[in-house]
């Protein structure tokens, strides 16, 4: 099993982990305060063409290099709220995901 790490290091496009460890996205987004070092949680996508989903800190089982588990069955992260996105942070977002 490999080492935990810092929530400072999630980087967009690490694999987010169901409960049972399987894989159901990539992270997005890290939502935070690192100043005051308050991670508040994740903005994860769990298809090429999906609006990011909001999971809270309390949701994040565990981090390690490259992978987010969360606490949530495969089910349950497909029925998490999409956070509300506008058609031009769509565009950005898309294109961004075409990236490298």
Do not use: C, H, N
Not at 32 to 38: A, F, L, Y
């Amino acid at each position: 099993m490999a080492d935990p790490v810092s929530w400072f290091v999630i980087e967009r496009g690490w694999k987010v982990l169901a409960a049972d460890g399987s894989e159901v996205g990539e992270v997005d987004q890290v939502a935070g305060d690192t100043e005051r070092d308050i991670f508040d949680g994740l903005d994860i996508v769990t298809g090429p063409l999906g609006k990011p989903s909001y999971v809270p800190a309390e949701k994040v089982a565990g981090i390690t290099d490259g992978a987010v588990r969360l606490s949530l069955a495969a089910d349950e992260i497909e029925r998490l709220q999409e956070r509300p996105v506008g058609f031009w942070q769509r565009v950005k977002l898309f294109f961004r995901r075409q990236g490298p």
